[in-house]
Each structure stands twice: as C-alpha cells, then as structure tokens.
C-alpha cells in the first residue's frame, strides 16, 4: 500500500537518524531492532509528523494501524512529494492562522492563540502553529474540535499537494 | 544470546584468576575496582565501610572464581557479590533499605521554573527552553563533580549505565532492583548531570 | 504509564529516560515522538540528554585506594597459594 512519510535533509529519519535508500526495500529489523517497523503516514496523520521533505512510501508485510501512523514490516521510498517545499508550508502556516482567528479571535484570553500562530509561522516553525491552532479550536470547543482542526490541516494538505484518495481517507478519519 | 555472554576479554581474566596471574587481578581492579566500591557504599553509611565491604566481597569472588560458568556476565557476577555483601553490612547497620530511602528526593528532571503555569495558552510548555548543545571537551570534570554529589544509589546506577556501560538489565540483576527503580535512578541522575552541565554552559 | 493526549514538555522530560531505554508502550512512545515533532525545546533537551550519556562514558573513574588494593592484592596471593 501507498503512504507517506516525513523525513529530514537527505531522506535521514528524524528519530533513529537513519539514512533511507531511495527506492530499495527496507526491513524493519534492518533500521533498529527495537523499532517495531517501518513508519509512515497516511492522509490524515500527516499534519502531526510535518517535516522537511515529503516522500511517497510503499508498504509491504504486515501493516499495523496505530492512532497517529501505520507500522509496516518493510518500506521503500518511491519519491519525494516536490510539491512540498517551504513555500508550501508558510503556505500552511497562514491557513492554520486564518482558522485560528476565524474561530477564537473575537474572543478574550483565547484571542492570544491567533498571534501565536501567526508568529510561530513566521518563524517557520509550522508544526507547532499546526498543533496551536488545534489546540485553541479545543479550547474553544472541546476535543472532537481538535480533531476537526487536525483533519481540515489534513485535507489541505492532500489537496495542495495532490495527494491520492485523500477525500476518502479523511471521510473515514 | 546466553552463550555468547562470557566476552573473550571476561574468559581470558576469569581464566587468569583462577591461574592465580597477577596481572589479571591488577587488569581487574582497573576495570571494576572503582564501580565495586560505588555499589558497596550504595548500601552503607560510608566511605571506610564501603572499602570493608569490598576486602569481603573479594574473598566472596576468589571463593567463588572456580564455580563461575560464565551465565551472567563477569560485571554483573562481581556487582552481585559486592551489593550481597554490601546488604548483609547494611542491614546490620539499618534493619532494611526502603527503596524512597535508597533513590533520594523525589525531584523533578527540571526545575518547574523553566515551565509555563496552568493557566498558560501551552500550560507545562518550555518557559526558558534549553538551547545549544551540552558538550564540551573539559566539561569531564563538571560531570564527575555533578556524579560525586549524588545520592549513592543514583551515583552507582549512573555509574554501572554509563560509565560501565552495563545493561539495563545487568544493572539489574547486579543490584536487585526492578526495572521501574533502576529506571527512576538512572533518570534522577541523569537529569541532574545534564543540569550542571546546561548551567557551566551558560 | 496512562498519559493525557498531549504531553506538556513538563511530562516530556520525565519520560526521556524510559524513551531511550526503549521502555515506552508503543502508545506513549507516538505521543512522545509527536511531541518532538513540534517542539524544539524537547528536541533540544533529548540532544543535551544523548550528549550528556555520551561525555558520561568518557569519564575514567578514580583509581581504588592504594591500600584498599594492596590489601585485596595480599588476599589474592594468599587465595593462589592455599
């Protein structure tokens, strides 16, 4: 199956460091023994695990569902998502800032949330203005409304980035 | 994974041991003596009873040298008979070592300070974030000196993990402890070492 | 070890040790990676973390007491020729 995944400079893995072989099959036992598999990502996980390069990841073996990712035996990149550079994501950034002011800028204490995601956008620190805006959308409406936020990011993401059966895979999400 | 446990270096000091070679001793004493005499003052009130406890535990290990298969590793084998001993001394001294007694305060990794309050848009987030690496070259004695001021039984934790290099799991069987525990000591003083080194950094 | 959805850097340190001993519930684990994702305090404490184990193993401990060792040394002579 088709996923996605989030990588740093030079296809590196941002928690285990490792450096991923484009288009080679990787084994989950190969990357670190004490990882239970190969990591990726589908449609509606991708704003939790924003990273700097975007690639295109099939999955073979058993694939485990977890709540934020899938766990596969084996992996192997099949290319970079171009489409996401940093444009893109400053692009992200001033969507997150735009929900946020729509839905608590108006109100006191809350109202805070909109100049933090406009400046962590501006620092180019987009992940976290992804989680902020979710979280004052959870503040304001509770958690099912975190959970909306994260799957409007989602689909923003699938459809600026052109990404496969992204409307189906949120509609399940 | 069992056979393989007994490393040639572990063989070739076992075998030196009991060939009654000096320099095996002496190569001994370099790898281990130090950490020997951590886990026994884990235990005891101090510095002198420690260096008793040690002398015993030898005659334990030469007793015993003969009869060594090789099932745990030769560090783990050593820590067990100085943390016996050092237990045995102990509890002639105290009836038992409550483990709240043995892993110190109950303190946090970091101090609270660095933290946002609750009633903060990011309650419990980074106030004062950490920044920059830790590492220097003459930053060794800034760890050693924040190793000596800890309680013992985080000073031998991080001491077997660290600086030994033993397992989680050796440490654990050396010192007779469960997993969370050694845990909650390792993390103690590993917190505490990264602490004094953020602070000669600044 | 129950958590809350989402883990206040106050928490995050807390559970770096278990983290790197690979102790965590896979669980904990996500939660713990998905707050590194956005957070570059956290991330930068695991660096100082990994640093700090790693200049850990270079210190060389101070050698036993003389006299400690020249008494486990005659044991040691008396042992072989028992």
Same mark, same amino acid.
């Given at each position: 199956?088709?996923?996605?995944?989030?990588?740093?400079?030079?296809?590196?893995?941002?928690?285990?460091?490792?450096?991923?072989?484009?288009?080679?099959?990787?084994?989950?036992?190969?990357?670190?023994?004490?990882?239970?598999?190969?990591?990726?990502?589908?449609?509606?996980?991708?704003?939790?695990?924003?990273?700097?390069?975007?690639?295109?990841?099939?999955?073979?073996?058993?694939?485990?569902?977890?709540?934020?990712?899938?766990?596969?035996?084996?992996?192997?990149?099949?290319?970079?998502?171009?489409?996401?550079?940093? @444009?893109?994501?400053?692009?992200?950034? /001033? $969507?997150? &800032?735009? +929900?946020?002011?729509?839905?608590? !800028? =108006?109100?006191?204490?809350?109202? @805070?949330?909109?100049?933090?995601?406009? /400046? $962590?956008? &501006?620092? +180019?620190?987009?992940?976290?203005? !992804? =989680?902020?805006?979710?979280?004052?959308?959870?503040?304001?409406?509770?958690?099912?409304?975190?959970?909306?936020?994260?799957?409007?990011?989602?689909?923003?993401?699938?459809?600026?980035?052109?990404?496969?059966?992204?409307?189906?895979?949120?509609?399940?999400? | 994974?069992?056979?393989?446990?007994?490393?040639?270096?572990?063989?070739?000091?076992?075998?030196?041991?009991?060939?009654?070679?000096?320099?095996?001793?002496?190569?001994?004493?370099?790898?281990?003596?130090?950490?020997?005499?951590?886990?026994?003052?884990?235990?005891?009130?101090?510095?002198?009873?420690?260096?008793?406890?040690?002398?015993?535990?030898?005659?334990?290990?030469?007793?015993?040298?003969?009869?060594?298969?090789?099932?745990?590793?030769?560090?783990?084998?050593?820590?067990?008979?100085?943390?016996?001993?050092?237990?045995?001394?102990?509890?002639?001294?105290?009836?038992?070592?409550?483990?709240?007694?043995?892993?110190?305060?109950?303190?946090?990794?970091?101090?609270?300070?660095?933290?946002?309050?609750?009633?903060?848009?990011?309650?419990?987030?980074?106030?004062?974030?950490?920044?920059?690496?830790?590492?220097?070259?003459?930053?060794?004695?800034?760890?050693?000196?924040?190793?000596?001021?800890?309680?013992?039984?985080?000073?031998?934790?991080?001491?077997?993990?660290?600086?030994?290099?033993?397992?989680?799991?050796?440490?654990?069987?050396?010192?007779?402890?469960?997993?969370?525990?050694?845990?909650?000591?390792?993390?103690?003083?590993?917190?505490?070492?990264?602490?004094?080194?953020?602070?000669?950094?600044? | 070890?129950?958590?809350?959805?989402?883990?206040?850097?106050?928490?995050?340190?807390?559970?770096?040790?278990?983290?790197?001993?690979?102790?965590?519930?896979?669980?904990?684990?996500?939660?713990?990676?998905?707050?590194?994702?956005?957070?570059?305090?956290?991330?930068?404490?695991?660096?100082?973390?990994?640093?700090?184990?790693?200049?850990?193993?270079?210190?060389?401990?101070?050698?036993?007491?003389?006299?400690?060792?020249?008494?486990?040394?005659?044991?040691?002579?008396?042992?072989?020729?028992?």
């Amino acid at each position: 199956m088709i996923a996605y995944k989030f990588l740093q400079a030079g296809a590196v893995g941002p928690f285990t460091g490792f450096r991923w072989p484009v288009g080679e099959w990787v084994e989950a036992a190969g990357v670190d023994p004490c990882l239970q598999g190969v990591h990726a990502c589908r449609v509606r996980d991708l704003p939790f695990w924003l990273g700097r390069e975007l690639w295109e990841i099939e999955l073979a073996g058993a694939v485990v569902e977890q709540n934020r990712k899938l766990v596969a035996e084996r992996g192997r990149l099949t290319q970079r998502i171009e489409a996401w550079d940093e @444009g893109v994501a400053q692009e992200f950034g /001033r $969507f997150c &800032a735009r +929900r946020t002011r729509r839905r608590v !800028g =108006f109100l006191p204490v809350l109202s @805070g949330f909109v100049a933090d995601v406009e /400046r $962590f956008g &501006a620092q +180019r620190r987009i992940a976290i203005a !992804g =989680f902020a805006a979710a979280r004052a959308a959870e503040l304001r409406d509770g958690p099912a409304a975190y959970e909306e936020e994260r799957r409007a990011q989602a689909a923003w993401l699938a459809e600026r980035l052109g990404l496969g059966d992204g409307g189906a895979d949120n509609a399940r999400a | 994974m069992e056979e393989q446990l007994l490393s040639r270096e572990d063989t070739r000091l076992v075998e030196g041991l009991r060939a009654g070679d000096e320099a095996a001793f002496k190569e001994l004493m370099r790898l281990y003596g130090p950490a020997m005499l951590r886990v026994a003052r884990m235990y005891v009130s101090s510095r002198a009873v420690a260096e008793d406890v040690v002398q015993d535990a030898w005659v334990g290990v030469l007793r015993g040298i003969g009869r060594f298969e090789g099932r745990s590793s030769l560090k783990t084998w050593l820590f067990r008979i100085v943390a016996n001993t050092a237990k045995t001394r102990g509890m002639r001294e105290a009836r038992s070592i409550p483990f709240s007694a043995l892993a110190g305060e109950d303190e946090a990794a970091v101090d609270p300070d660095r933290f946002l309050g609750a009633d903060e848009r990011f309650p419990g987030h980074w106030a004062v974030p950490p920044e920059g690496r830790v590492l220097a070259a003459e930053a060794l004695d800034v760890i050693e000196r924040a190793i000596e001021r800890l309680p013992p039984a985080q000073r031998t934790v991080i001491t077997l993990r660290d600086i030994q290099g033993l397992s989680a799991e050796e440490v654990r069987n050396a010192l007779d402890l469960t997993e969370t525990n050694q845990r909650v000591l390792l993390h103690r003083a590993r917190s505490k070492v990264r602490s004094a080194l953020e602070e000669y950094m600044r | 070890m129950r958590l809350d959805r989402e883990l206040a850097c106050q928490e995050v340190v807390e559970l770096v040790t278990a983290y790197l001993d690979h102790a965590l519930s896979p669980a904990d684990r996500e939660r713990f990676e998905e707050h590194l994702v956005f957070c570059d305090g956290c991330s930068t404490y695991l660096d100082q973390m990994r640093e700090t184990i790693a200049a850990t193993g270079r210190v060389q401990l101070e050698a036993l007491p003389p006299g400690l060792e020249a008494r486990l040394l005659e044991a040691f002579r008396g042992w072989r020729t028992a």
